[in-house]
């Protein structure tokens, strides 16, 4: 963006105008006023669109209402039911190891060994 560009967006910017009319009187993206805005430290009142309390997102960020602990706790419930079903109809590819006995629920020798192995080095570093 050219010089005269990034001082008509320092203008507008502090006016308060939105990105995307600065970007219709420049005749370029929203985006590109946004990455002008980034690089020349001009602030931006944009902000990213955050999920609300209850879906994934929010928990993921830190959020621990007890909404989303909930909507986790559910998202967490729904995937081992799936992971199960999947090894249940024997279509449940993974590594058969300490990870296999704590996830899917596999109670091979090799997955059990390696729980077991993994549970031990755990106690001895207590």
């Excluded at 219709?24 to 985006?31: A, P």
């Excluded at 990455?35 to 959020?63: D, F, L, N, V």
Aim: proline fraction near 5%; include cysteine.
């Amino acid at each position: 963006m050219s010089p005269e560009r990034v001082a008509r967006v320092r203008e507008m910017a502090a006016a308060g105008t939105q990105d995307r009319v600065i970007a219709e009187e420049l005749g370029v993206s929203w985006r590109t006023v946004l990455r002008a805005r980034q690089r020349h430290g001009i602030p931006s009142t944009w902000q990213p669109k955050r999920a609300p309390c209850g879906s994934p997102g929010p928990y993921k960020r830190g959020c621990r209402c007890q909404i989303c602990r909930k909507a986790n706790l559910a998202r967490l419930t729904a995937a081992k039911a799936d992971r199960y079903a999947r090894q249940a109809a024997g279509t449940a590819v993974f590594t058969h190891g300490a990870g296999g006995y704590t996830n899917w629920g596999c109670r091979c020798d090799t997955c059990s060994a390696g729980h077991k192995a993994e549970y031990e080095a755990r106690q001895a570093a207590l």
